[in-house]
C-alpha cells in the first residue's frame, strides 16, 4: 500500500530510480518510528516529524521541476525553493543538538526523495539550475518593484506639486512632465500590443504603415514636451512672472493642471503600459511548447511570486515575531537560499565523482541521516537502546531500500512482489531488533560490572558490524 504519491513517471521495466513502493513502505515507515521515539523520549512527539511535511515540499517541487507543462512547473519552483529554504531555517533555530534534528531532517528528506525519485543526477542538476535562475528572476522583480515604488513615489510628488502649484509658470512645466510621461508610455506599449496581429490578414499592411507613423509621431511628441518642459525650468530660478504675462495663459494652465485632467491621462498611461504587459505574457504562454521557453517562463513568474509573498506574508510576520527591522529579515531571507544552492551544488558533486549512489540516492540520503541523528542523540545523552535502534534503523532502511531498488532494476513497477518485500521487510526489521536487544543487554551488563562509563555509540559501531553481517550473510 502506498504512503505517498508518485511523482516519478516509471516504465514497465527496468526502472532503477525508485524502489518498490512496499519496500520503500518499511524503510519509511523506520525512520518516522524513529523520529517519533525520539521525540517521545525528548517530550515533544512531533518536534521531529513534523519536519517531514516541509521535506516533502521541497522534494516534490524537485520532482515538479521535471515536467513539461508550464503551471506544473511554477508549482514545482514555488515548492522547492521556499521548502528547502524553510527546512534549512527550521533545522538551523529549532533549539537542541544541531546533529540530531538535522540527522532526522535530512532522513525524512531523503525518504521523501526516494518516493519522487528526486536525488539522481538529472534531477539535482535540474533542481540547481532552476532554483538559480528563479531565484535571479527573483531579484530582477524586487530591483524592478523597487524601481517601480521609486519612479510612483516621483511621479505622485510631481503630479501633486503640479496641481497645487500656485505660479502658473511651474504648474505648466509639471504638465508638460506628465504629458511627455504618459505620451512615452503609449509609445513603449505600442510594442507589446499586437496591433497589427488582431487585423484582418488583409489591411494589415495599411495598419503595420499607420502604426509606424503613429509610433514616430508618438516618440517625437513625447521627446519634444519634455524638452520644452526642461527648458522651462529656466523661468522658474528667475523672478520673470512668464506665464502671468500672457493674457488668460493663467486660466488654461489651472484647467490643465487639474485633477479632472491630470488623472485621466495618468489612467491612460497606466492602462497601456498594463495591456502591453498582459498582451506580452499571454504571448509567451500561449506559444508552442518549447522546454527552454517554458522554464525560463516558469522561472519568472515563481520569481514574481517569490517577492509577492516575502513582501505581503513573510517580511511582516516574520519580522515582527523575532523583533528585527524588516530590512535585516529580508537581507537574511535573501542570502538563506545560497545555502539551499551550495548543498545542492555539493550533493550533485558528491553524485557525479561516485562519493553518492546515483540511483540509491534517497535511500543512502536517509540512512546516512539516521547515523548522524544517532551521533547527535549519543552527545545528548539520550537513553543508549535509542541510539542502538536509530543506528540499527539505518542500515534497515539501507538494506529494504537497495533490495526494493533490486527488484524495481529486475522486474520494474508492474509486477506483484508485496509478499516478497514483506517477508524481506520484516526479516530485517526482526534482526534490527534483535541486534538492538542484545546490544542494549551488553551495554547493561557492562556498566553494571562498574567498569566505567561506556559510550553508546562504541557498542552502537560493534551492533553494526554484527547486524550487516547478519543482513548481508
Known sequence: MPFGPRLDRPSAVGDEGRPRETSLAVAAAT????????????????FLT????????????????????????????????????????LVAL???????????????????????????????????????????????????????????????????????????TVAAVGFLFVLGAVLGAVRLSLEGIPVVQLTPRGRRDAVRARLGRTRRVLAVAAAATVGVGLLSLVFTATDSPALALVPGATAVVAALTSAFVVGPLLVAGALAILAAGVAVAARQITQRYDERRTETVAAAVAGGGYLVVLLFGVVPEAAGLLALSPFVFLAGVLLAPLAVFLAVGLALVAVRIDLFPERAGGPALAAAGLVVAAVGADSMGLPAPLVFATVAGALVVWDAGSFGLGLTAELGHRPETRRLELYHGVFAVGIGAAAVLGATALYAVRTSAGGGHTLAMTAAVVGTLLLGALLRG
Open 94 to 168: 529549532t533549539p537542541g543538538n544541531l546533529y540530531l534534528v538535522g540527522g532526522h531532517a535530512l532522513a525524512l528528506l531523503g525518504t521523501a526523495a526516494a518516493w519522487a525519485d528526486a536525488a539522481d543526477d538529472d534531477a539535482l542538476a535540474g533542481a540547481l539550475s532552476q532554483g538559480i535562475r528563479s531565484y535571479a528572476f527573483g531579484l530582477v522583480w524586487l530591483f524592478g518593484a523597487v524601481v517601480a515604488i521609486a519612479a510612483g513615489y516621483l511621479a505622485w510628488r510631481l503630479v501633486d506639486s503640479t496641481v497645487a502649484a500656485e505660479d502658473p
Open 31 to 46: 525512520v518516522v518510528a524513529l523520529a517519533l521515539a525520539t521525540g517521545f523520549v525528548l517530550g515533544q512527539p512531533t
Open 50 to 89: 513534523g519536519l517531514g511535511f516541509v521535506a516533502g515540499l521541497a522534494t516534490a517541487g524537485v520532482a515538479l521541476l521535471d515536467r513539461d507543462t508550464l503551471g506544473e512547473t511554477v508549482v514545482g519552483h514555488l515548492l522547492f525553493l521556499p521548502g528547502a529554504t524553510l527546512l534549512g531555517v
